[in-house]
């Protein structure tokens, strides 16, 4: 809930809002003890096995070598697909985790810490969260769904991540800034077309496109062999 209000913040709080980073930079400072604290509590529950920790380093490994292999290419982002099949064969707190350690790790070698990275761990978590979630509890026809829900969560990472920067990336006097003290339906018009013409066309599009197509592709080896690790 603290990463969701770190995340909305624009809409409900305009009084803080600044012209600057400072506040989200802040904000993401605030934000990293609490996803180490969640970690560390995930960590004790259920997947607290030798097997599902050594699962968790070599795919958040894998995922991370993947962002990085992959990322910068107009979009083309292979780390959801193994986020996504890696959550959906073990289960929501992993795939939670799963999320945040890649960008983690990604991040340590590809030299990408900034005020983004708390915000891009909780929200790759989340996508491997949803993942979990789905995965464990459908069986019929379960490589198109998580194909469909990969496509759909590419999406919604965009807008997530275009939340974050949102209310520093434009100058206060455009027809996609925003404004501090206007009402919810009005910044919230302006939100979803800088995002419309920023990402969501573009980036995400073909995120979303390139995800689903792996993972109908390469899901159903994938899901067997983790299946077989995880037993």
């Known amino acids: ?24 930079g802040w904000m993401a400072i605030a934000a990293l003890p609490v996803l180490v604290i969640a970690a560390l509590a995930l960590l004790q529950g259920q997947i607290a096995g030798p097997r599902q920790i050594a699962m968790l380093a070599v795919l958040s490994s894998l995922a991370a070598a993947t962002r990085i292999a992959t990322s910068g290419v107009g979009g083309f982002e292979l780390i959801f697909v193994v986020i996504i099949l890696g959550s959906a064969a073990v289960g929501g707190s992993f795939g939670f985790l799963l999320g945040a350690f890649s960008i983690l790790l990604s991040s340590l070698f590809f030299g990408g810490f900034g005020p983004w990275t708390a915000f891009q761990m909780f929200a790759v978590g989340w996508v491997g969260l949803g993942a979990g979630f789905l995965g464990s509890r459908i069986t019929k026809h379960r490589l198109w769904l998580l194909a469909a829900y990969g496509f759909v969560a590419s999406y919604g990472f965009g807008l997530v991540m275009n939340l974050w920067f949102w209310p520093f990336a434009v100058g206060p006097e455009t027809s996609l800034s925003y404004r501090a003290g206007a009402d919810l339906q009005e910044n919230l018009y302006s939100f979803l077309s800088y995002s419309l013409v920023s990402s969501t066309l573009t980036w995400d599009t073909l995120r979303a496109l390139s995800t689903a197509a792996v993972i109908l592709l390469l899901g159903k080896p994938v899901l067997t062999t983790l299946a077989r690790y995880k037993a």
């Not at 809930?1 to 989200?24: C, N, R, T, Y």
């Open 1 to 24: 809930m603290l990463a969701v209000a770190g995340f909305s913040w624009p809409f409900f709080l305009p009084a803080i809002a600044s012209s600057s980073e400072f506040s989200s």
